[in-house]
């Protein structure tokens, strides 16, 4: 296993602990491994969490900062945070105005965050609404998941969210963007090669030398097909084509484009993927308003990608403009 | 070959395309293959360039912005740009306050940008001062080098003098910036998988599965030896031990301490080095000032780390605080 950890069982706590030294103005709690922006709760701000399994780095806890979350729950690799967990952290953000729970679409996190806000509101009385992303085209039900998968919309709608957060709308509002950004968004991914969970200490799944797997999930769930490794603008148009049939992203102010690193997939590869994008899109008569790429929700050492198109109005493009401070997304 | 990308040859060609696409607010010659940061030349302000062999990304395009780099020259993959290149950046970035040169040490661009100099004091008048990285401790002389490597000192190298040129400092004081941050930093890294060049389609070296090459280089240069792979906490031994006794880093304001993703290791490994890093360093009694975690200076697909300690003083570490706006760092 060609990994630089410790004992497997130990990823997730010296993550958070290499996590908690480098960024010493989040605060980390690490009995709950719950990443806490600093000053949490912020009064009168609706709340924003997220969490999910680890291994998707540097979802969630490097998107905890001021303009996107308040706090992040941090799983087992690959596996549903708890609903302690999460109740603990929904009350410790709530600063009088509710909390929002960003959820991807799959069963166990969706289970969980349900039953933490139970717990919210029945115990600290704290007003939760949840919001899940489902953006994945790939494939209907999945190993994990009843309906479509929450992939890479989960970075737009935790910036876009907390940008509205930030600005001080309520918490129905802030709901509605979040929903408007996953309805308005799509997402198909491509591995060239499969994860391996450092438990496991073995490839998720068989990918031989010279194939990939179009519509692959972030945890190694099977995609639409397996094909040979084909270049880049054969890639662009396996993942766009069932992102473009499955929304029309012309018109409006543009899209948010964003070209996502699987984890093994360096950033020299991530321009040539934007850049047959790019080639789609113009020839699509899609305006491209806003551009991200870089590798913001990965899936371990995968090597692939993913592509991401958010039609955008007015009012994301300034939410996603507004200042943010996190780890990994800055401006 | 498992990789995003077309033809092999066309690699640079097309992800500076891409880089333009994504990020219009950088000027990219793409004849020329050298990225502007818009606006420049700034009139009156010390003209930063580097450059490089590509596969190394984000290094030095996704440096270039207010606050670091005024050009990035774009040469093949690990292949040094050419002189008529760097003299072309030179003078379109000077501003009158004369243009100093980032070179890491390796043969080639240490010659090219002489070279470039050369010709752009010949043809342009352009007053040149050029600062040559080469804090890697791993060895002495090396494949593509005599004397010590240039690596991740390089990217603080780029900042620091990037902030001091911002400044309005001179072109001596801002090279006497530079030439500290080289002599106060030290580096070593290690690779777990070998990296593939796209034109060779085969990869670079021969690592055994269960071998990892300690004091690599970033071309797949050898190292010092090769070990079993080791947990995070021996390999952040190794890397810092010939760090440590090359060094006193004791004292003074404390360090910048920089653990860097070769390509194709994940944000949540390169968390655990940190931590182990961190570790060591308290041991030792040395203050950690500040912190970069991340890929910022890779080698194509290589999986594996290197660690970058700075002794900073105060004037280094404000300059390190100053406000940056590059496609890779941002604050």
């Known amino acids: 296993m060609n990994k630089l950890i410790n004992e497997p069982a130990n990823v997730v706590s010296d993550a958070l602990r290499g996590m908690a030294e480098a960024h010493p103005e989040l605060r980390v709690d690490h009995e709950n491994r719950i990443v806490y922006r600093a000053g949490a709760p912020v009064r009168g701000k609706v709340g924003l969490i997220s969490g999910g399994g680890s291994g998707h780095e540097p979802l969630h806890a490097g998107f905890v900062g001021p303009g996107m979350l308040d706090a992040a729950c941090a799983g087992e690799i690959f596996t549903s945070p708890v609903p302690d967990q999460m109740a603990a952290a929904t009350t410790a953000v709530d600063g009088g105005a509710g909390v ?158 964003f070209v996502n690193g699987m984890g093994a997939t360096p950033q020299i590869e991530l321009y040539v993927m934007f850049h047959e994008v790019a080639a789609i899109l113009a020839k699509a008569g899609i305006t491209v308003a806003r551009t991200l790429v870089g590798s913001y929700i990965t899936s371990l050492d995968m090597a692939g990608c993913s592509v991401t198109l958010l039609k955008a109005d007015d009012d994301l493009l300034r939410l996603w403009d507004a200042p943010v401070r996190t780890p990994a997304l800055r401006w």
Do not use: W
């Open 100 to 257: 929002l729970h960003i959820v991807k679409n799959y069963t166990g996190d969706v289970m969980n965050f349900e039953m933490a806000a139970e717990l919210a509101a029945a115990e600290a009385s704290v007003e939760v609404v949840a919001v899940v992303t489902d953006d994945d085209v790939a494939v209907q039900d999945s190993l994990y998941t009843a309906g479509r998968r929450g992939v890479g919309v989960t970075v737009l709608v935790e910036k876009i969210a907390g940008a509205a957060a930030e600005q001080g709308r309520s918490l129905a509002e802030v709901a509605d963007v979040a929903r408007k950004v996953n309805a308005n968004g799509r997402s198909m991914g491509v591995a060239l090669t499969s994860c391996t969970v450092p438990a496991a200490g073995k490839p998720t799944f068989d990918l031989p030398d010279g194939q990939m797997e179009v519509g692959i999930g972030i945890h190694g769930e099977p995609g639409r097909r397996r094909v040979p490794i084909a270049p880049a603008a054969e890639v662009a148009d396996l993942l766009l084509g069932p992102i473009l049939a499955d929304l029309d992203f012309t018109g409006g102010d543009g899209v948010i484009a």
